[in-house]
């Protein structure tokens, strides 16, 4: 099979998603990103597809398609909202946590009923004598999850936990990007924690749900490129300077090939990471490495497109000024880039 190929089951799936982008998503966008409107009906709109259990496997009530469809899918909507990607990453990672803890709550994740937000390790949360201490200084759809599930550590050991959202701290964050996310701070000082899972349980539950976060954060940045590279050349054909449009001067050329040498390598890298895992093989450094690649690779096709825009790339107008503001914010996500590049270090040294 073609590296970039899907069956046929697969491929309805995708297009099933890229109308629902097109009619639903596109139209929308800009105003909700520039508005801070929280993209709570796109979000149903994605529960009544089904598409919360691609992953999840069917003797868990899921689809059982793996990863594949699932990257695929969201590189249409990367391409118009961060936002609504980055929520459908968090429900994802919920969901196949809950999987591997057996949880009762999995049902209610994959059919949508409610929001729920992983939390991840990197925020340090801590469980002592059944209640759980600490902040997630940054966590996407915190503000309008029903449900947060966290990684927490209790001496030393890994657990996972399940809360309430209305019984923690919860504050809205005005960040530089994923606008329409319902990004949040949340206080978790004195919050009772439901442990679904502990010890082995709970570090693959979590592994799983990282893994979620890097192949779902590279597909919406490959996504999110490809738009900007579009962008990009539309406007560049309709403008002219020194007589011709931009398109034909060479110097605006060879910004967009170098994008779009960038955006296809990181696609290749996102659905190899999909690939191995849906084949049972070791995929965590595949997965790292192109969380990355596409990232570095969707900042740099916003900041080329912005500058091929002129002043018109810091308009809302344009959309290449949201791709760029959602790519330093998917930087600093799950660990942030650096901390990947240190894990990989470690990987690559041992």
């Known amino acids: 099979m073609h590296n970039l190929q899907l069956t046929e089951d697969q491929d309805m799936i995708v297009d099933t998603v890229r109308k629902f982008v097109a009619d639903v998503v596109a139209p929308v966008a800009q105003e909700l990103d520039e508005h801070r409107t929280f993209v709570g009906d796109q979000f149903a709109g994605l529960a009544e597809l089904g598409v919360f259990?691609?992953?999840?496997?069917?003797?868990?009530?899921?689809?059982?398609?793996?990863?594949?469809?699932?990257?695929?899918?969201?590189?249409?909507?990367?391409?118009?909202?961060?936002?609504?990607?980055?929520?459908?990453?968090?429900?994802?990672?919920?969901?196949?946590?809950?999987?591997?803890?057996?949880?009762?709550?999995?049902?209610?994740?994959?059919?949508?009923?409610?929001?729920?937000?992983?939390?991840?390790?990197?925020?340090?949360?801590?469980?002592?004598?059944?209640?759980?201490?600490?902040?997630?200084r940054f966590v996407a759809g915190g503000a309008g999850a029903r449900q947060l599930l966290v990684a927490a550590s209790e001496n030393g050991a890994p657990v996972l936990a399940l809360v309430e959202a209305a019984a923690s701290q919860r504050c809205g964050l005005l960040g530089l990007g994923l606008a329409s996310a319902g990004c949040a701070a949340i206080g978790f000082d004195g919050v009772a924690a439901n442990v679904i899972a502990r010890g082995a349980d709970a570090a693959a539950a979590i592994a799983r749900a990282e893994l979620v976060a890097w192949l779902g954060a590279a597909a919406a940045a490959v996504g999110s490129g490809y738009a900007s590279i579009q962008a990009a050349k539309k406007h560049a054909g309709e403008r002219i300077a020194f007589g011709k449009p931009l398109l034909v001067q060479e110097a605006v050329q060879r910004k967009l090939v170098d994008c779009k040498r960038a955006v296809d390598a990181s696609r290749q890298l996102t659905w190899h990471g999909a690939r191995l895992h849906d084949l049972g093989q070791p995929a965590t450094e595949a997965a790292m490495v192109a969380r990355i690649s596409a990232i570095d690779a969707m900042v740099l096709c916003a900041d080329e497109a912005i500058q091929i825009h002129g002043g018109f790339g810091y308009t809302v107008e344009y959309h290449v000024e949201r791709h760029y503001r959602d790519g330093k914010t998917f930087e600093v996500l799950d660990g942030g880039s650096e901390s990947l590049r240190n894990r990989l270090a470690v990987l690559a040294l041992a």
């Open 53 to 136: 259990g691609l992953c999840v496997g069917e003797a868990s009530g899921g689809v059982g398609m793996g990863l594949l469809p699932f990257v695929a899918a969201l590189e249409s909507i990367g391409a118009h909202s961060g936002s609504l990607a980055r929520l459908w990453i968090t429900q994802m990672q919920s969901a196949l946590a809950l999987e591997i803890a057996r949880s009762d709550a999995l049902g209610d994740v994959v059919a949508g009923a409610s929001l729920c937000a992983f939390v991840g390790a990197e925020h340090g949360i801590a469980l002592q004598g059944g209640k759980l201490a600490g902040t997630a």
